[in-house]
């Protein structure tokens, strides 16, 4: 199933994925740091979706309490809720 996640205290706006039998693919940020973002999407691709959340799921980015990365653990917990 294909997700939209309207982030929250970053710089990216959203984080498009799809999720199916629990694993995450077609990741994309819409803003943010290019490639840092490009580079946590294709870390996370094909990954089962608790392995990505365990593993970004708390990553701060400077003084900020969360990161693109932290926001893309907390799109797929609210993925995984709605399943």
């Not at 999720?19 to 840092?36: A, D, K």
């Not at 970004?56 to 907390?74: E, F, H, V």
């Not at 797929?76 to 809720?81: H, I, Q, S």
């Amino acid at each position: 199933m294909h997700y939209e996640y309207k982030t929250h205290g970053v710089c990216s706006a959203k984080i498009l994925f799809d999720l199916e039998g629990g694993v995450v693919n077609n990741i994309r940020f819409i803003g943010g740091c290019s490639g840092n973002t490009q580079g946590v999407a294709a870390l996370a691709n094909g990954r089962p979706v608790d392995e990505v959340i365990s593993i970004l799921q708390g990553i701060r980015c400077g003084y900020k309490p969360t990161s693109c990365p932290d926001q893309l653990a907390q799109a797929l917990l609210a993925a995984k809720e709605q399943q």
